[in-house]
Nanobody
Framework: VQLQASGGGLVQAGESLRLSCAASGSITNIDFMGWYRQAAGKQRESVATATVWYTNYADSVKGRFTISRDNAVNTIYLQMNSLKPEDTAVYYC?????????WGQGTQVTVSS
């Protein structure tokens, strides 16, 4: 399965973006989906993750970001509202299917103050 992330860009603080992660195959049976980010000079961190049983968000994005999926178009999303300069990073999507992890290539999000 290949993942293509898109939707990043340059926005001002307070604005919104929706990231998309399109899969080359069906995501109906995925066990896990998630969005991660890596800011310059920092380690990659989890932003939002979800399974059938739970959805978790980093404390820094709770109430502002929402992870979702659309099986009909094999795409997962990250809706990001009220963006802050500290949200600036490369964002990566990940799915787990039949025990194997697949990552997207990353999309840059830059939030200016």
């Amino acid at each position: 399965v290949q993942l293509q992330a898109s939707g990043g860009g340059l926005v001002q603080a307070g604005e919104s973006l929706r990231l998309s992660c399109a899969a080359s195959g069906s995501i109906t049976n995925i066990d896990f989906m998630g969005w991660y980010r890596q800011a310059a000079g920092k380690q990659r961190e989890s932003v939002a993750t979800a399974t059938v049983w739970y959805t978790n968000y980093a404390d820094s994005v709770k109430g502002r970001f929402t992870i979702s999926r659309d099986n009909a178009v094999n795409t997962i999303y990250l809706q990001m509202n009220s963006l802050k300069p500290e949200d600036t990073a490369v964002y990566y999507c990940k799915i787990r299917l039949r025990g194997a992890d697949f990552w997207g290539q990353g999309t840059q999000v830059t939030v200016s103050s």
